[in-house]
């Protein structure tokens, strides 16, 4: 009789271990799925981020200060003494 009560004790041991080790392993795919999603997102951020520039300086201008270059000469205020 007491060999019965430890094998049933032993069963209900394996079966309540094998019940956490599914969960763990859930848990894992939810976590993997979880940073290939993060691990995209960054991608894309960088990407985004340091990734080549979609608009481009109109040709033959240097920096956007020639391009709103004006004709006319600056006004000059008198100074006071």
């Known amino acids: 009789m007491p060999d019965t009560i ?3 004790e032993l069963q209900n041991q394996l079966a309540l271990m094998q019940a956490k080790l ?20 960054l991608k894309l951020s960088k990407s985004q981020k340091y990734g080549k520039k979609s608009e481009k ?9 020639e391009q709103h270059k004006t004709t006319e ?3 000059h205020h ?4």
Request: net charge neutral; glycine share 6%.
């Open 6 to 8: 430890l094998i049933t």
């Open 22 to 41: 599914d969960a763990l392993q859930e848990d894992k795919v939810e976590m993997q799925s979880r940073i290939d999603h993060l691990l995209a997102e």
């Open 57 to 65: 300086a109109p040709r033959g201008t240097f920096n956007e200060a």
């Open 73 to 75: 000469p600056p006004k």
């Open 78 to 81: 008198k100074k006071g003494k």
